[in-house]
């Protein structure tokens, strides 16, 4: 097949340096001899990173040909347009082809903002001309869009989609010729949404969001200084003239005036010291923003090009995988979070801007009022495996990969009673039997995670043999299944955590807490001891756990976090967002190899089983004790206790 391209820019080498691989026959074309001889120096210089790779580099190069002539085009089979992006530039250009080729042959264009039946009104053959936009660069973004004009075949569709897959790229259909297609609909609302919070928040506490918690390849900024600041702004501008709702933030039209247009000036959201460089994004900023925040206003966009039958479902996730980088489709984001965040989100920001483009569209509204909210509900844009379970004191939910299990006694803080500690084994067993469920979630219902066990409940033992019964087959066998748990676990601290509701964390993988946390173990303070902590805690820990079990002081988040028992501080109100964040980072590492980590990590801490029985122990022979009598007398009558030493 004999391939023309028209335009020889960024765009246009790489276009036809994919379809030369592919084994057809290029012909560039470009009214300038230096920009042609520039795009052959560059497709010779991307060719020879193919040529260790086993590519034929020389036999590539030599399908491709470049002239000024385009009267060659009169011997092509498909001609790709990929000129400057201005109307009637490629309005001439279309005119000029459609005499020059065969009745037969298609004409696409690599528009990414300029409608197709514009474009195909400069010819007379309107149904066989067709959008093919392809991403920079063609040769690692293996995607195109392809967009219907109003009287575009369906047999030219289909005969586009056989070409695109012939010169080995991915595609997505566009059904209808909206301003910006599908990828630069979502991708304009992510960018304007980012713009905006730099009223809030520095370009790199931004970035580092996206980077390292939701797993994107690069920061919106970082992306937008690559590719061209005036880039993205040409983009709004055009969308916006063509009737696409966007109120074009300031600083963006302020960046392009003061020549602040990314690597290429040296300067655009950061800096560079050369022409290529990467921005230094600290890990330590990814809790300062929320990035749910960025996706909302892209998901609504999304709802929109869905309700509109722009795209289909599948197109748009794959379009945000494959065309933006994205970890997984805003969709399934969007169904990962739930919707209903997504819808208040938006109203949020509706209510603080008065902005039209924040109006939730009415497909999302009507998810919501029909409890469509996505993973957290069994349906959303997909369908998910879904199951509540309310036990008395303790509720079970399974999000298709993953469970969360709610200690549920909010009006006691969640202290640990009888109930609650069976109904956590059995939830967990429950989870450990579940073979979809790969990750396992606990919290706390209310302003607490737990107050540690029920004093109430310790204070009404009538007996040692009492207490012992208790630790021996009530609490020790939910501690003893943890210690040896196969599948990983995630404790999400979002309030006080004291004695047992503490010592539990200990036994968890990964521990995130809130701003707000309060850790302690105060057992010493009621004639008891911390059984975990002061076994399990000193070991994993170390001297630190001293400190605090000795004198029962409370820490914070910062303090618990120092000592090791917290991994994450995050904001009240994103801990949910957090969990999901790292449920997703936990489902990229393959399932056997979590589970071989986890079984290493138990055998090692089962060799400290003798400790944590002997710590068990020791509260067992507390029991019968004056002293531990009088700690639950003053407790409940909220007096400093009087020690005798008996």
């Not at 300062?288 to 748009?316: G, H």
């Amino acid at each position: 097949m004999h391939v023309v391209v028209v335009g020889a820019g960024t765009m246009g080498h790489g276009i036809a340096e994919v379809c030369a691989i592919a084994g057809h026959d290029v012909t560039m074309i470009d009214l300038n001899e230096e920009i042609l001889k520039n795009a052959l120096n560059r497709i010779k210089w991307s060719l020879e990173k193919f040529e260790r790779k086993g590519l034929a580099t020389s036999e590539v190069f030599s399908r491709i040909k470049a002239t000024t002539n385009i009267e060659v085009a009169k011997n092509a089979d498909f001609v790709i347009e990929a000129v400057v992006e201005r109307t009637e530039v490629k309005k001439d250009v279309f005119k000029k082809l459609d005499e020059i080729c065969r009745e037969e042959v298609i004409l696409s264009t690599n528009t990414s903002t300029i409608p197709i039946s514009d474009i195909a009104s400069a010819t007379k053959r309107e149904e066989k001309v067709i959008g093919l936009h392809f991403f920079n660069p063609p040769t690692l973004i293996r995607l195109v869009e392809i967009i219907k004009g109003e009287k575009t075949s369906e047999d030219t569709l289909k005969k586009t989609i056989k070409f695109a897959e012939n010169i080995g790229m991915d595609y997505v259909v566009v059904k209808r010729d909206v301003p910006g297609f599908l990828i630069n609909r979502i991708n304009v609302r992510v960018i304007a949404e980012a713009l905006r919070m730099l009223e809030e928040y520095k370009p790199e506490e931004v970035d580092s969001a996206l980077i390292y918690r939701l797993g994107f390849p690069m920061g919106i900024f970082e992306v937008l200084d690559f590719s061209g600041v005036d880039v993205a702004y040409n983009v709004m501008l055009e969308m916006k003239r063509r009737g696409f709702e966007i109120e074009i933030p300031k600083i963006i039209e302020e960046m392009v005036k003061e020549g602040r247009l990314g690597m290429k000036t040296g300067r655009g959201f950061y800096e560079y010291g050369g022409f290529y460089g990467r921005a230094k994004i600290p890990k330590n900023l990814a809790y300062k923003t929320r990035p749910l925040r960025i996706l909302a206003p892209a998901v609504n966009e999304a709802a929109w090009i869905l309700r509109n039958d722009v795209a289909s479902r599948e197109d748009v996730d794959k379009a945000t995988v494959k065309g933006m980088g994205y970890p997984k489709g805003i969709l399934k984001f969007a169904d990962s979070y739930g919707l209903d965040l997504i819808l208040e989100i938006l109203q949020t920001r509706k209510g603080q801007t008065g902005l039209k483009e924040y109006e939730p569209d009415e497909m999302l509204i009507k998810m919501v009022s029909e409890n469509k909210l996505g993973m957290k509900s069994g349906e959303g844009f997909y369908k998910w495996n879904y199951e509540r379970l309310a036990y008395k004191t303790v509720e079970y939910e399974k999000r298709h990969y993953y469970a969360i299990v709610t200690m549920a006694r909010p009006d006691k803080l969640n202290a640990l009673n009888e109930d609650m500690w069976k109904e956590l084994k059995e939830a967990f067993e429950k989870a450990l039997r579940d073979s979809d469920v790969r990750v396992v979630l606990i919290t706390g219902k209310g302003r607490a995670f737990s107050a540690g066990d029920d004093i109430a409940v310790m204070g009404s033992w009538g007996s040692f043999i009492d207490g012992v019964n208790f630790f021996e087959k009530v609490a020790m066998p939910y501690v003893k299944l943890l210690a040896e748990y196969e599948k990983p676990t995630i404790s999400l601290v979002n309030g006080i955590a004291f004695g047992g509701g503490m010592e539990i964390n200990l036994l968890f993988d990964v521990v995130v807490a809130t701003e707000n946390a309060r850790f302690a173990i105060p057992e010493g303070l009621i004639g008891a001891i911390p059984p975990i902590a002061s076994s399990l805690g000193f070991i994993e820990l170390g001297k630190k756990i001293a400190y605090y079990a000795l004198t029962g002081e409370e820490m914070d988040a910062e303090e618990a976090k120092e000592i090791g028992l917290v991994d994450l501080i995050v904001p009240s109100e994103q801990i949910n967002d957090v969990a999901i964040e790292l449920v997703d980072k936990i489902l990229r590492v393959s399932p056997l190899a979590a589970k071989a980590i986890k079984s290493t990590m138990n055998s090692i801490r089962s060799s400290y089983k003798a400790f944590i029985e002997r710590g068990g122990k020791e509260i067992e022979l507390l029991i019968p004790t004056e002293d531990f009598s009088e700690g639950m007398r003053a407790f409940t009558q909220k007096r400093r206790p009087e020690w005798k030493g008996k």
